[in-house]
Antibody
Framework: QVQLVESGGGLVKPGGSLRLSCVAS????????MSWIRQDPGEGLEWVSFISASGSTTYVADSLKGRFTISRDNAKNSVYLQMDSLRADDTAVYFC????????????WGRGTMVTVSS | DIQMTQSPASLSASVGDRVTITCRASQGISNSLAWYQQKPGKAPELLLYDASRLDSGVPSRFSGSGSGTDYTLTITSLQPEDFGTYFCQHYYSTPKTFGQGTKVEVK
């Protein structure tokens, strides 16, 4: 079955960096677009970024451009989210997700990893 | 960016009730809409996509309808396990924004 397992969350000071990882199993990873979505403590969902199956195309939400970078390693069945210059309002649960396509639904979600930005 | 306005923010209904949640897009999204259910402490799960297509394994009491900018999720006979928060999401363009969510309580 499809499994997505995130890691790399934790407590970081404002201005710091974190790299989130997501390891996928149960499907042919290199065939699918992957996304990151976050959920703030107030429980609103915000779509953060996606990356194409090959990794050649990426999209990051405008509000996060310049600070967040998505990448993938198909040999390791992994997708990553590099987060720099972190701010308090980046505090959220970050979910890794498998997309049905570039302009399509999210089919599967990971369980999420918590990121807390606080001094 | 396309904004998604979901209503109501919360509702409380009894077992067997018909429940309707609406989602309005700030521009037409050509049925490029999904609905997700999230239970406390868990990740969201896909219920419907393309506005009205039921995901595999989702009970038939869930249905979706709409077109253009206005979409609806209906639960025809609410069950105890249907508690949680429901989100809509468009995928017509990037960013693929979500509605604010509707918290459903089963009395």
């Amino acid at each position: 079955q499809v499994q997505l397992v995130e890691s790399g969350g934790g407590l970081v000071k404002p201005g710091g960096s974190l790299r989130l990882s997501c390891v996928a199993s149960g499907f042919t990873f290199s065939n699918y677009y992957m996304s990151w979505i976050r959920q703030d403590p107030g429980e609103g969902l915000e779509w953060v970024s996606f990356i194409s199956a090959s990794g050649s195309t990426t999209y990051v939400a405008d509000s996060l451009k310049g600070r967040f970078t998505i990448s993938r390693d198909n040999a390791k069945n992994s997708v990553y989210l590099q987060m720099d210059s972190l701010r308090a309002d980046d505090t959220a649960v970050y979910f890794c997700a498998r997309d049905a396509g570039p302009y399509s639904r999210i089919e599967y979600w990971g369980r999420g990893t918590m990121v807390t930005v606080s001094s | 960016d396309i904004q998604m306005t979901q209503s109501p923010a919360s509702l409380s209904a009894s077992v067997g009730d018909r429940v309707t949640i609406t989602c309005r897009a700030s521009q037409g999204i050509s049925n490029s809409l999904a609905w997700y259910q999230q239970k406390p402490g868990k990740a969201p799960e896909l219920l419907l996509y393309d506005a009205s297509r039921l995901d595999s394994g989702v009970p038939s009491r869930f249905s979706g309808s709409g077109s253009g900018t206005d979409y609806t999720l209906t639960i025809t006979s609410l069950q105890p396990e249907d508690f949680g928060t429901y989100f809509c999401q468009h995928y017509y363009s990037t960013p693929k924004t979500f509605g604010q969510g509707t918290k459903v309580e089963v009395k």
